[in-house]
């Protein structure tokens, strides 16, 4: 069974930013495709970053430039950096694992941009 627990969210004026981090569980987390996603109430659950187990990474449009994902397997985390928040980017950050057929989440960390 693998865990992910979120953290570093919280609420950050616009143009700030803020560093999200997705502790993982379970020997086989080099080998894991992690993703970052976002939600906001009343919408579908939006991907926004990705990172393969070759540090390959790719990135939705609205966050390109902006946010960068990275992954430190000796420390089984994966790391988010948000730079030049904006107020569109307030949501439920949610990270996910996947391993074969096995799909992992964590239960989220809130995001608040505003002034």
């Known amino acids: 069974q693998v865990q992910l627990v979120e953290s570093g969210g919280g609420l950050v004026l616009p143009g700030g930013s803020l560093r999200l981090s997705c502790a993982g569980s379970?020997?086989?987390?080099?080998?894991?495709?992690m993703r970052w996603y976002r939600q906001v109430p009343g919408k579908q659950r939006e991907l926004i970053a990705t990172i393969n187990s070759e540090a390959v990474t790719n990135y939705a449009d609205a966050v390109k430039g902006r946010f960068t994902v990275t992954r430190d397997n000796a420390e089984k985390t994966m790391v988010l950096q948000m730079n030049s928040l904006k107020p569109e980017d307030t949501a439920v950050y949610y990270c996910?694992?996947?391993?074969?057929?096995?799909?992992?989440w964590g239960r989220g960390t809130q995001v608040t941009v505003s002034s």
């Open positions: 996910r694992a996947d391993f074969g057929l096995r799909v992992y």
């Open positions: 379970g020997t086989d987390f080099s080998l894991y495709f």
